[in-house]
């Protein structure tokens, strides 16, 4: 473990200021191969993911955020928090509770989350609740490393629940045009225990209805 964590914490870096003009997103996909490999170790045989707009983009929605964020298990959070010598914390805000851990790399704000739990106004999503997300990860070849991402699916569940309705119009142009895998609909709403209504606003967005 003294090896790993000095590995570890040379990905962390002090927070800084950007200057005019610079881009943390352009840095994403630099960085994400060394990333991958430090919580691929400290995760060993939880489940983990990148999630949100990065792990949207990759797979080709117009979806934008500075940060990267990954969410794993509660015990994996904290061994990568040993090993990069950091302590978890934990965090709630309007959308998210959870505890994470937060650094930077190369000016990139990076989020782990451990076993989150996302709140809309009418409903909660726990991603460690729906074994059908874990196993519908996309994985993506970036940097030398293969990034497991959460599937468009969920992002499109969890933005409607969200009600992110800039992220759902993103989501719908691209699983219109692409398609999508209805029965991994059906299970991640079922296993997510969503609302009826919460329900069809999805369908509604798959199926290219408007109100």
Not at 25 to 30: L, R, V
Not at 43 to 72: C, K, Y
Not at 181 to 201: K, W, Y
């Amino acid at each position: 473990m003294v090896g790993a964590s000095a590995s570890g914490a040379a990905l962390l870096e002090r927070p800084v200021t950007y200057d005019p003009g610079y881009d943390p997103e352009s840095h994403h996909e630099t960085i994400l191969g060394a990333l991958v490999r430090v919580i691929e170790e400290a995760a060993s045989d939880s489940p983990w993911a990148l999630i949100g707009a990065t792990a949207s983009r990759l797979q080709g929605v117009d979806a934008h955020s500075p940060n990267l964020e990954f969410m794993t298990t509660e015990p994996a959070l904290i061994a990568l928090g040993e090993m990069l010598d950091i302590p978890t914390d934990w965090g709630q805000g309007t959308h998210l509770a959870a505890n994470r851990l937060h650094f930077m790399r190369h000016g990139v704000p990076v989020f782990v989350f451990g076993d989150p739990i996302f709140h809309g106004p009418y409903e909660s999503l726990s991603p460690r609740d729906i074994p059908s997300l874990w196993d519908a990860r996309v994985r993506v070849e970036i940097g030398g490393a293969v990034v497991p991402c959460t599937p468009l699916e969920w992002e499109v569940i969890l933005a409607v629940c969200l009600g992110a309705q800039q992220r759902v119009e993103a989501l719908r142009q691209v699983m219109l045009q692409r398609g999508y895998d209805s029965r991994l609909v059906v299970r991640l709403l079922r296993e997510g225990h969503v609302n009826s209504a919460t329900e069809e606003a999805v369908w509604s967005v798959l199926e290219g209805r408007t109100e």
